[in-house]
Structure formats: structure tokens, C-alpha cells
């Protein structure tokens, strides 16, 4: 019963809607670069990275929820903590269809799990801190902007720049600990201190 009304405050059918359509689209990705999207980019970028991005988006939105003050409890607060852990694991479950869908392919440039992980903790971290931070509506936006910026003008087509490195298709430690360390603390911001707090 509990977990039927955490769900409905939490809109949790849109959330399962647009997880399933992550995966399809990480299925369905096409194991190309691309030079254009609206417009023509710096370099060309890896066509399964933006699904990472679109996953991120989804922890946010189930992160959006009706606030009720009356039922603000440190109780609820913990619970925000493994509700997103649980997204973010399903997120990355989903996002990570675009890992075997450009191996299946025979992908030029393959995308390494590591890279998958790193795209969907950045995303998350950005659009939890906007749920946090703004609204629940601009969740997109952040995840959005940087996406388009990394395209744009983070690589050259070889190497990345560090704001580029959202759109790499390779991943290193060191970037996936910093996405991490953002997650935690978007997490923490989100959980601990309810908006407008």
C-alpha cells in the first residue's frame, strides 16, 4: 500500500513509460556518428551517447513529486535516498541497451559501459540538482544544454575536451568518479533538504 502511494506522488507510470522507451531507442541506436543534429557540429560525436542523456532525465522526472508539507518527515527524506538509487539503477539498466545494440552492430566507434554510466550520473546529478534547485518542469533543460554544448564544441573529432567528456565514448576512472561524486551530491541536496527548504 505504501509503495502504491509512494508511486502515484511520484508519477510513476510516465517514469515506466519513458524508461522502456530509453531502452528501445538504445536498442535502436544506430552504431554511427553523426555530424549534424539541428545544426552542423564541430566534429562528428558517437549517435548512442545522447541516450545516457535521456536516461538522467528520467531519474529527474521520477524524482518530481507532489509535495506535501504535513508529510515532510525525516522518514520521507530517507526514503528519497534509495527511491533514487533504485531510478538510477534502472536508468542505467535501460541506457545501457545502447552498449549491446552498437556491439551487436559492429559499431566503428563502441561505447564502453563505463561511458554509459558516467553520461547517465552527470545527466542525473544535473537534472535532480534542477528538481532540487528550480522545478521539476526544467529538469530537461540543464541535461539539455550540456548535451548540446559537448556536441557542439567538445571534440574535435579525436580527443575530448573536459566538457566534452559527456559524449566520449570511452570512459576512465577518473571521469566516472567525478560523475559520481556530482550524483552524490545532487542526491544528497535532493534528499535531505526538501525544495524551497
Do not use: N
Not at 80 to 101: C, F, H, S, Y
Not at 131 to 158: C, E, N
Request: aromatic share 8%; with cysteine.
Amino acid at each position: 500500500m505504501a509503495f502504491r502511494g509512494w508511486l502515484s506522488i511520484h508519477h510513476g507510470m510516465a517514469l515506466a513509460g519513458l524508461l522502456v522507451g530509453v531502452a528501445m531507442c538504445g536498442l535502436a541506436a544506430k552504431p554511427h556518428m553523426t555530424s549534424r543534429l539541428i545544426v552542423e557540429l564541430g566534429a562528428p560525436v558517437a549517435t548512442g551517447m545522447f541516450v545516457p542523456a535521456a536516461a538522467g532525465v528520467c531519474v529527474a522526472i521520477g524524482c518530481a513529486e507532489v509535495r506535501l508539507p504535513q508529510l515532510e518527515t525525516t522518514k520521507v527524506r530517507l526514503a528519497r535516498v534509495p527511491w533514487v538509487l533504485a531510478l538510477t539503477v534502472i536508468a542505467l539498466i535501460a541506457a545501457a541497451t545502447v552498449v549491446g545494440g552498437a556491439a551487436r552492430a559492429g559499431s566503428v566507434t563502441p561505447i564502453e559501459l563505463g561511458a554509459v554510466v558516467r553520461g547517465v550520473l552527470v545527466s542525473a546529478a544535473l537534472a535532480v540538482a534542477t528538481v532540487r534547485f528550480a522545478s521539476a518542469s526544467l529538469a530537461w533543460l540543464p541535461t539539455t544544454l550540456v548535451t548540446a554544448f559537448a556536441a557542439q564544441f567538445g571534440t574535435d573529432g579525436i580527443t575530448y575536451s573536459w566538457w566534452g567528456l559527456t559524449l566520449a565514448p570511452a570512459a576512465g576512472p577518473v571521469s566516472i568518479a567525478v560523475s559520481a561524486v556530482m550524483f552524490t551530491f545532487a542526491l544528497l541536496a535532493y534528499a535531505i533538504q526538501p525544495r524551497g527548504g
